[in-house]
C-alpha cells in the first residue's frame, strides 16, 4: 500500500470531522441567538425548542406521513421524467426527425419557470397528487433530454463503427452500445433533476396545498407555529443531503469505471 492510499481514508475521515464540526458550530450559534433574544421567539426559536418541536410532529406521525406523501409526489415525477426524457433523448440524437420536431419545444420549455404552469395542472387535475406528479415530471424532463441528447452525441464514433462492421443493427446498437456509453452522463444529470423534483414538489404543495411537507410548513406558517416551520425545514434540508449522498454512494459502487 502507498502512501497515498493509505491516508485517503484518513483524509475523507477528517473532512467528514470538520463537517460535523461546522454543522454543530451553526446550531451552537442558532442557539446562543435565540437564547440572547436577537430576534423575537416567533421569528427564530431556539434548536433546543425546534428539536422538542420536530420529536413531537414525528411522535404523532404528522412529519413521517407528510415526508411519505411529499417523496412519493416527487420520485414518481422523477421516474415519469426519467422515462421519457432518456428516450426522447436518445431518439433525438440518432434520428433528424425526431430532433427537428423536439429541439424548438424544449429550447422553448428548458427556460421557462416550470411552477409558473402549476395554476394550469392544478385546473386540470385538481390538487392532489396528480398534478403535483405531472408538475415534477414536466420540470424534470427538459434537462433530462438535454443531457441524455448530449450524451449519446458525445459518443466514440470508433465505437459506433466498430458495432457497424461486426454487423449491429440500428436498434441494437441503440441499446448495447450508445446507452452503456452514456450511463455515467445520463446519472449525473439524474442526480441534478433529484433536487429540481423535491424543489418543484414542496414549492407546488406550498402554493396549491393537498398535503405533504410543503403544505404543512405553510400551515404552520399562518398559525405562527415557527418551532414546527423550522423542524419541517430541517428535515427538507436533511432530506436532500441524505439522498444525494445516497446517489453518490450508488455512482461510486456501480458506475465507478466512469469515475476520474
Keep these: 500500500m502507498t502512501p ?22 451553526l446550531l451552537a450559534i442558532w442557539e446562543a441567538a435565540a437564547r440572547a433574544h436577537i430576534a423575537p421567539p416567533i421569528l427564530l426559536p431556539a ?36 422515462a421519457s426524457g432518456i428516450l426522447i433523448g436518445m431518439l433525438m440524437a440518432r ?9 424548438p419545444l424544449v429550447a422553448l420549455g428548458f427556460p421557462s ?5 402549476l395554476p394550469v395542472f ?17 420540470a424534470c424532463v427538459l434537462p433530462i433530454i438535454i443531457g441524455t441528447f448530449n450524451a449519446a452525441r458525445a459518443v466514440n464514433r470508433v465505437l459506433l463503427w466498430s458495432a457497424f462492421s461486426l454487423g449491429t443493427t440500428h436498434q441494437a446498437l441503440l441499446v448495447r452500445v450508445v446507452l452503456p456509453a452514456c450511463y455515467p452522463r445520463i446519472f449525473a444529470t439524474l442526480r441534478i433533476a433529484l433536487p429540481v423534483a423535491l424543489i418543484t414538489t414542496f414549492t407546488a404543495e406550498m402554493v396549491a396545498g393537498g398535503g405533504g411537507m410543503g403544505a404543512t410548513l405553510v400551515y404552520s406558517q399562518r398559525f405562527f407555529e415557527s418551532p414546527t416551520v423550522f423542524a419541517y425545514i430541517l428535515v427538507m434540508l436533511g432530506i436532500g443531503l441524505v439522498l444525494d449522498a445516497g446517489v453518490r454512494a450508488f455512482q461510486h459502487r456501480y458506475l465507478a469505471w466512469a469515475e476520474g
Excluded at 50 to 67: E, F, S
Excluded at 96 to 103: E, I, N, P, Q, S
Design 95 to 103: 434520428n433528424r426527425a425526431v430532433r427537428w420536431l423536439m429541439d
Design 122 to 138: 392544478v385546473l386540470w387535475f385538481g390538487i392532489e397528487s396528480l398534478s403535483k406528479i405531472l408538475l415534477v415530471a414536466f
Design 47 to 82: 434548536f433546543s425548542v425546534v428539536a422538542v418541536a420536530l420529536a413531537r410532529v414525528i411522535a404523532d406521525g404528522t412529519l413521517p406521513a407528510d415526508l411519505v406523501l411529499s417523496l412519493y409526489r416527487a420520485f414518481v415525477g422523477l421516474d415519469l421524467a426519467g
Design 113 to 117: 419557470p416550470k411552477i409558473a404552469f
Design 4 to 25: 497515498r492510499e493509505g491516508s485517503e481514508p484518513s483524509r475523507k475521515a477528517g473532512l467528514r470531522w470538520r463537517s460535523v464540526a461546522s454543522v454543530l458550530l
